[in-house]
């Protein structure tokens, strides 16, 4: 492109149309995230090795389970290498159900295969409440850190009442994983730890997702009303 031709198409491009394709750059960054963070099909994903681990197991026992379960996190990972996706949250996947699956192949119990994450379900719920006490909501911290906004939010009372409110949300839904799983864990309810690690995944975590955005959306109007930040920033 020559000179002529670079000035001729900055003096008719109108502002309205700047901003348009500002915000059209701004939401193919945003679908990239979310295709990066595994999208639709990483929900999916995620919960196919877990029910496929049941199921196998149910039908030719223990070690056909864990060798069903680990081909089947193998599977996705070569499937999205494949086409050409993010292979990151599929081989985190892979990793997870490696752990459990060597777990319960060294215990020879099949309930074990979830046992890591039942423990880390309790991890996670101290974790948040811990954080609340300590004056540093996580849902805050992880919400602003991502997005660069700093911490300037921890400046103001009510900002932080918003976070806390959030990371109390996501410290329920863990505490609530924990405790109903560790009860069929109990109970050797294989079959139900697998649809309950499922129906207790993405669902409940979709709910404190919204909590944190509610939180978020509410703390910037708060920031912004009080001078903390400017009224422009996004």
Sequence with gaps: MNPEEL???????????????MQA?????????????????????????ALVFVVANNARGLKVGILAALLVALGIAVQRLMRKESIQPALGGMFGVAIAAGISWYTGSAKDFFLIGIWLSLVGAVAFV????????????????TTGK????????????YYDIA?????????????????????????????????MGYPLLAVGFLAVA???????????????VPAGRS
């Design 7 to 21: 000035i001729t198409m900055q003096t008719t491009t109108s502002p309205q149309e700047a901003a348009t394709d």
């Design 130 to 145: 811990l954080s609340v006490l300590l004056r540093w909501p996580l849902a805050g911290l992880i919400w602003n850190s």
């Design 214 to 228: 509610w939180a978020a959306r509410a703390s910037d109007k708060r920031l912004k009303a009080v001078g903390l």
């Design 150 to 161: 700093g911490t300037v939010w921890r400046a103001d009372k009510r900002s932080r009442f």
């Design 25 to 49: 750059t701004d939401q193919r960054k945003k679908k990239s995230a979310l295709e990066q963070a595994g999208g639709t099909k990483g929900v999916i994903y995620s919960a196919l090795p």
């Design 167 to 199: 990371t109390l949300v996501l410290a329920a839904i863990f505490g609530a994983r924990f405790a109903v799983q560790q009860y069929l864990y109990q109970a050797d309810e294989v079959g139900s730890l697998g649809f309950a690690k499922i129906a």
